[in-house]
């Protein structure tokens, strides 16, 4: 009897149940962060705003809400700063907000006088004002102990040109294997190698030069038509060099000066002051100088403004 009536209450309290659950209201499958749901329409401003699908809005309102109660906790358990440290806070805060909403807008790249000392300056560098410019390393294999005319007779001599060329070709084999033509660093390793060889042979040895940008159509000596009489670069290595491909590899080959093996690294088009761009390109260049002059002035000025000054009573009392 008591078994029968046991499983009559359970079943009775397990229908109740059953009731409950199906007449309780849906379950809110909004995303909650911190126990508390986001607001649909938060997420549809976010994704008109943005420019997002429902759901990128969806994950980066929760990932935003998420890290504000992260900084909230966070806050929360850090220690009482002393008052000395929350104040140097502020200032650090403030002087940030200075720099990027009032410092740093006033003093763009357009913002530079053309008459500034740093522009002025700048104008008469050969790295801003120069014409074409091919940018070559080379090793060239030269005589041991002559120099200028007196070189010519020993590079003319076949068997002092068998040795040169020989030396000259190993660097070059050993050289090409290492020194991919597309690295960034490729005239320096070029120039390290060298510096590792045997740099010396039978009547000569190897001269590193480089990196080293050359203007092919220099001229030494004008005419009085104007007209070049004597280039200032040999015409048989600026015949070979021109012919490179950039980036690119040229020799062994004979010059009046020895042996040489050459490494184009680029051309560096002309920049002459006469160019439309040319103001603008000084003021990119001399930009963050600037700046930082301007705003050592500036600070400096700030000090002056704020200094207080103390007056001390004369012999009178005044």
């Given amino acids: 009897m008591w078994s029968s009536r046991w499983r009559s209450e359970s079943i009775g309290l397990a229908l109740v149940l059953?009731?409950?659950?199906?007449?309780?209201?849906?379950?809110?499958?909004r995303p909650h962060v911190g126990g508390e749901p986001i607001?649909?329409?938060?997420?549809?401003?976010?994704?008109?705003?943005?420019?997002?699908?429902h759901d990128e809005a969806r994950a980066r309102v929760v990932d935003t809400l998420r890290?504000?109660?992260?900084?909230?906790?966070?806050?929360?358990?850090?220690?009482?700063?002393?008052?000395?440290?929350?104040?140097?806070?502020?200032?650090?805060a403030l002087a940030r907000l200075w720099l990027t909403d009032v410092f740093e807008p006033q003093h763009r790249v357009q913002d530079i006088p053309a008459d500034d000392p740093l522009v002025l300056r700048a104008r008469g560098q050969k790295r801003f004002v120069h014409p074409e410019l091919?940018?070559?390393?080379?090793?060239?294999?030269?005589?041991?102990?002559?120099?200028?005319?007196?070189?010519?007779?020993?590079?003319?001599?076949p068997r002092w040109r068998i040795a040169a060329?020989?030396?000259?070709?190993?660097?070059?084999?050993?050289?090409?294997?290492?020194?991919?033509?597309?690295?960034?660093?490729a005239c320096?390793?070029?120039?390290?190698?060298?510096?590792?060889?045997?740099?010396?042979?039978?009547?000569?040895?190897l001269r590193i030069e480089g990196p080293t940008g050359f203007h092919l159509d220099a001229c030494a000596e004008l005419g009085d038509d104007g007209v070049c009489k004597t280039a200032?670069?040999?015409?048989?290595?600026?015949?070979?060099?021109?012919?490179s491909a950039v980036p690119g590899w040229v020799g062994p080959f004979f010059t009046r000066f020895?042996?040489?093996?050459?490494?184009?690294?680029?051309?560096?088009?002309?920049?002459?002051?006469?160019?439309?761009?040319?103001?603008?390109?000084?003021?990119?260049?001399?930009?963050?100088?600037?700046?930082?002059?301007?705003?050592?002035?500036?600070?400096?000025?700030?000090?002056?403004?704020?200094?207080?000054?103390?007056?001390l009573p004369g012999e009178d009392g005044s």
């Avoid at 607001?39 to 699908?53: C, F, K, S, Y």
């Avoid at 060329?165 to 660093?185: K, M, Q, S, W």
């Avoid at 200032?232 to 012919?243: K, N, S, Y």
Wanted: hydrophobic share 45%; charged share 35%.
């Fill in 18 to 29: 059953a009731v409950a659950a199906c007449s309780r209201a849906p379950a809110d499958d």
């Fill in 39 to 53: 607001d649909e329409r938060v997420i549809e401003m976010v994704a008109a705003r943005d420019g997002l699908g």
């Fill in 67 to 92: 890290w504000a109660a992260a900084a909230r906790e966070a806050r929360e358990e850090a220690p009482e700063l002393e008052q000395t440290r929350r104040d140097h806070l502020r200032r650090t």
């Fill in 134 to 157: 091919v940018e070559v390393c080379q090793v060239i294999a030269v005589p041991s102990d002559v120099e200028g005319d007196a070189m010519l007779p020993v590079v003319n001599d």
């Fill in 165 to 185: 060329l020989e030396r000259v070709h190993a660097y070059a084999r050993h050289v090409r294997r290492t020194v991919a033509l597309d690295d960034p660093e």
């Fill in 188 to 205: 320096d390793l070029f120039t390290r190698n060298a510096r590792l060889e045997r740099t010396t042979f039978a009547g000569g040895k």
């Fill in 232 to 243: 200032q670069l040999a015409p048989e290595w600026v015949e070979v060099v021109r012919r």
């Fill in 258 to 311: 020895g042996v040489h093996f050459v490494l184009v690294t680029r051309v560096l088009p002309a920049q002459l002051d006469s160019d439309p761009d040319f103001l603008d390109r000084i003021r990119a260049a001399v930009h963050d100088a600037w700046r930082s002059r301007e705003l050592g002035e500036r600070l400096q000025s700030l000090r002056v403004e704020r200094a207080a000054q103390l007056a």
